[in-house]
């Protein structure tokens, strides 16, 4: 699997853009209200992948900057979003942006920032936000304790992806982490509600787009397929299984 994380999900855009989790709408209603934000406050989405959480800043009339150094990625946000006339498309990093100084409101981080190199990220957020500005870090959380099928997958990511599961898992961040982020140490953590509801080939498609699960077409990813059919047939209720998350919002200032 590639080691930069800027290019571990070329060859995953199809799958995640059709399986990766949407995000609840009450998130951006608490973060309108938090950060004082109106139609044309600016803000970046740092790390903006395929443009899921950009998609829905802008159908409430944000300007929005996404900021993706995946290329594949990158254009197909360009593609489904383009006709949104507050949309910039921005090849950038989080360390990197490219932004202008003193320019944002908001910068949000949906599903990426334990990608970033925390210092270098700190540094660029504070030179690109307007004073006051904060920094929202957004997780689609999955409740790995949900039920017996949550359990059963976590055991089955944690056997079978070769140990890049344990490594890349947002959850090894800590509280001394983002204690470290923001400033003075500051931050609150909100919690929202949401799920998803799969039959087996979109819980396939949901796993695939996954970068720490073995590409579908090698012969490590035929092998997850194939207890991953043995796992839907186990939990399946009605022909279905349901992703449990926590939506988690970290916000504050750095």
Known sequence: MP?????????????????????????????????????????????????????????????????????????????????FPSYHSKNGTAEATGLKHGSVDLVVCAQAFHWFNMPATKAEFQRILKPGGHVALIWNNRDIEADAFAIAYELLLKSLSGGDYERVNHQNLTETDFMRFFADGQYTLTKFHNQQVFDFEQLAGRAFSSSYVPAEETDAGKTFKAHLSELFDTYQKHGKVVFKYNTEVYLGEV
């Open 3 to 83: 080691t930069d994380p800027t290019k571990r999900f070329s060859n995953r855009v199809d799958n995640y853009v059709k399986y990766r989790p949407g995000y609840p709408p009450e998130v951006i209603g608490y973060l309108e209200k938090e950060c004082h934000l109106q139609a044309g406050s600016v803000i970046a989405d740092v790390g903006a992948g395929t443009g899921i959480f950009t998609k829905l800043l802008l159908e409430r009339n944000f300007t929005v900057y996404a900021v993706e150094p995946n290329d594949a990625m990158r254009h197909e946000a360009d593609r489904q979003l383009k006709h």
